[in-house]
């Protein structure tokens, strides 16, 4: 008889994900959330932290790319109180883009040790007990050392792994070639959720897929997503996963491919040089 393993799951707080993923995201976990731009890894992060909130977490957000004014005011339009889970001890921001001095939340420096620094202390802050964490984007701490993308990708799970984390750690992706700026965070990660958008007939349309959940039977369809005003994302129905709805035509993705193998080519001299 097959013994039956019992795993405790977060919920993602996104209507019809949790329902591909056995039930949610299990304790513990480090998944990389990634794709292009506009493609949701932001709001799908929110919905994260807001369940978070709402069932009694310790949340601690990471915002590199966006202030901590423009993640209150998002979460906000789908009805989610951030500034009242911030005065009431729940959710940490931790601004890494604004630097402001006289915010002890905020991080001046974009380097790896003092993001984690900030982290333990948020959590310290916070207190015992289960925690949700976001760092959004991971992109943002090898910028100008793209080679360092899976040292501090596993620095990061490493140190932070003691402290009872659950953590989404999203990354940007080229946007035509899907090749990762910074590969490195999956092969680290347990997990790893793809964002991807298509037009279909003149329309902007996104779509998500499970690429990696470990420990899980997660769904491996792609399904279409939406996001709403005053409501957030929703799953849609899996959908037939069309090449010519999200690959651009060959020769302008061939031309593409070629500029980032060159650039590939210089960062894989550039990590030569920083091993010696
Ligand atoms: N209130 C809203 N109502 C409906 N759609 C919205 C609303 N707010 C944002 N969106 C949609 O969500 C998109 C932004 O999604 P999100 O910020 O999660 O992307 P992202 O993947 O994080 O992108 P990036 O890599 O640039 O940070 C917008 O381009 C818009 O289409
Ligand atoms: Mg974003």
Known sequence: ????????????GVEGFDKLLQGGIPRGFFVAVVGEPGTGKT?????????????????????????????????????????????EGKLVIIDALMGYRDDPWSLTDL??????????????YLGYGRARLVIDSMSAFWLDKPAMARRYSYYVKRVLYRWDFTAL???QYAVTTSLGFGFGIEHVADGIIRFRKGVVRGELRRYVIIEKMRQTEHSLRMHEIEIVNEKGM??????MYRKEDTVLPTSVAARMLAAELKKLLEISELGENEET
């Open 169 to 171: 750690l999203t990354s």
């Open 111 to 124: 380097d790896v040790e003092s993001l984690v620094n900030k982290i333990i202390e948020a959590k310290k």
């Open 234 to 239: 929703r799953v849609k129905a899996p959908t």
């Open 43 to 87: 709001i799908f992060s929110i919905h994260f932290i807001a369940e978070g909130i709402r069932v009694g977490d310790k949340n601690i957000y990471v915002t590199t790319e966006e202030s901590k004014e423009s993640i209150i005011k998002q979460a906000a339009m789908f009805g989610f109180d951030f500034e009242k889970a911030i005065n």
């Open 1 to 12: 008889m097959v013994n039956k393993v019992s795993i405790e799951r977060l919920s993602t």
